[in-house]
């Protein structure tokens, strides 16, 4: 029990770090110190002030290494106001390891950090672990990641909440900024203005309310929602301009240029569409050659059922081409359905599982 009682410490380590979109070198300083302290060649890189990833490597140099951890060490925004207790308590009670980004990842990353350095010291295969910031924004931290600064490697395993399952990859990912021009005039002489809010606001509900999206036999449907919408200064005011922004999560059989002609389509030849962040999704095949004793590796019985896909996006839409195609399994201690959820919590007894399940891998 003493790796997994380490893997939750450092968690809880982590939860208490505020990198609540931004200030990541804080986690960055302290899972490098971890991994240095146990020997690991370690490199931090710090392309924008205050936000860090970390490449660590250990086990002698090869072409290409068996496997590659990675994690995120950002999370989601959280109020404290709407919270019955502190978003970075890291507090244990009931079972449940409390605070931001206990699901998502922070817990993956201890279990990741804690796994590698155990079988590093019992003659476990090699390992790279990349852990990055700004994921939650569309993979800003893997975006700056340099392909020499990573080595090329088989299998990517990343820790994402799937309450220790076994999942071979995700959706794709579109966020799309949608505008609308008008003229500006008096509030009492709307006549002599164009009103770009009620342009949009026309557009955003024909977006929403269409259903006829296609539907994937292996990651689902395809998803879209209005998330954002700002107009207009004062009420007297006509508001000559308005903007949305869209999160549609594609599938192999609809990628992001469909999308993008279907969302144009939709809001009409007035509205302006502008792609923000445009990320691939992952599918890895689980007949590969291997991929059945990963799967039963870390998950036993899994690579007898139906491949699973997440919904979310991961850092493997950006890694995957930076490190030589291969193969993804997303597994992570954190339940997916307290991702950015108020009060957040993960299971320790998940933890346990995930710690217990990345070092048989690297062990194997």
Not at 187 to 216: I, K, M, Y
Not at 352 to 361: D, V
């Amino acid at each position: 029990m003493g790796e997994v009682l380490e893997a939750l410490e450092l968690a809880r380590r982590l939860v208490r770090l505020d990198t609540r979109g931004g200030g990541e070198r804080a986690a960055a300083d302290l899972v490098a110190g971890v991994l240095d302290d146990a020997g690991f060649d370690v490199r931090l890189q710090e392309p924008v002030r205050g936000r860090a990833n970390v490449i660590a490597r250990t086990g002698p140099a090869l072409s290409r290494v068996p496997v590659t951890f990675t994690g995120h060490l950002d999370t989601v925004p959280a109020d404290p106001s709407g919270w019955s207790f502190d978003p970075l308590s890291g507090e244990v009670r009931g079972g449940r390891l409390l605070g931001r980004g206990s699901s998502d990842m922070k817990a993956g990353v201890a279990c990741q950090i804690e796994a590698a350095v155990r079988a590093s010291r019992d003659g476990g295969c090699p390992v790279q672990l990349v852990f990055t910031f700004g994921e939650e924004t569309g993979c800003d931290g893997a975006a700056e990641l340099g392909e020499d600064a990573l080595a090329p490697a088989d299998l990517l395993v990343v820790a994402e909440p799937t309450g220790d399952r076994t999942v071979l990859g995700h959706k794709g990912t579109l966020w799309l900024r949608a505008t609308a021009r008008g003229v500006s005039a008096h509030g009492s002489r709307p006549e002599l203005g164009r009103n770009a809010l009620v342009a949009l606001a026309a557009a955003a509900t024909r977006v929403h309310g269409h259903r006829d999206w296609p539907v994937s036999p292996t990651h689902g449907p395809v998803t879209v929602n209005v998330g954002t919408f700002h107009a207009g200064v004062q009420p007297n005011l006509v508001p000559d301009h308005a903007e949305m922004r869209i999160d549609v999560r594609t599938i192999p059989e609809f990628g992001s240029g469909e999308a993008v002609a279907r969302i144009a389509e939709l809001c009409g030849a007035e509205i302006g569409i502008e792609r923000l962040v445009d990320l691939p999704g992952v599918a890895s095949d689980p007949a590969a050659p291997g991929m059945a004793d990963v799967l039963e590796t870390l998950e036993p019985g899994s690579s007898a059922r139906r491949p699973q896909y997440a919904t979310y996006f991961t850092d493997a839409s950006v890694l995957t081409a930076k490190l030589g195609e291969p193969a993804v399994v997303v597994f992570g201690p954190g339940d997916p359905e307290q991702a950015h959820v108020t009060d957040e919590t993960c299971s320790v007894a998940n933890i346990e599982t995930a710690t217990k399940a990345f070092y048989a891998l690297l062990r194997r």
